[in-house]
């Protein structure tokens, strides 16, 4: 599965690996995961980034490894996802220590879900929310999500459902 790598205005996405364990086992080990399953042991983590990987070859698509354009830091996992026990298609957002209040989660998520509109064909996309993440919440919000409930996903107890625009919703945004 070949991962296509997308650019905006400070990032580009593009695939996940190897070189990636050591930063999302920080990640994972650190209290920022608490909102996305962690802490995780190294492991763990080593297995998640496994599953992430593999979700590109089992769905055609997942999320992508974010960095910045200008200095190749590893900002985050973001984009499309959809493992098993999922009601619908995620766009999800992870970002590493240090990269948090500059927009990339955003600027990520935008292009991801561009993506999803435009070469996937999806007409509609939600994302969790733990909802003791108000960040998480105030991306979703600039995203032009609104809030539909609450949902008990797998793995992770009671979380909020935020849907995304559809694509002729954004369109009529934009004009």
Request: charged share 20%.
């Amino acid at each position: 599965m070949q991962v296509p790598v997308l650019h905006s205005d400070r990032l580009v996405l593009g695939p996940l690996g190897a070189a990636h364990a050591a930063p999302l086992a920080e990640f994972y080990a650190s209290d920022r995961s608490r909102h996305v399953g962690g802490p995780k042991s190294r492991e763990q983590a080593w297995r998640q980034l496994a599953c992430e990987i593999g979700h590109w070859t089992l769905m055609g698509y997942g999320r992508f490894a974010v960095t910045e354009a200008a200095t190749g830091a590893f900002v985050g996992n973001i984009g499309p996802w959809c493992p098993e026990g999922w009601p619908e298609p995620e766009i999800g957002w992870d970002l590493m220590a240090g990269f948090e209040g500059k927009g990339y989660a955003t600027e990520a998520a935008r292009t991801a879900r561009a993506w999803c509109y435009d070469v996937l064909g999806w007409t509609t996309a939600i994302s969790f929310v733990d909802p003791a993440n108000p960040a998480s919440a105030a991306v979703a919000r600039r995203l032009g999500c609104v809030r539909e409930g609450m949902h008990d996903l797998v793995g992770h107890g009671p979380v909020e459902v935020w849907r995304h625009p559809a694509p002729n919703a954004l369109a009529e945004v934009a004009a």
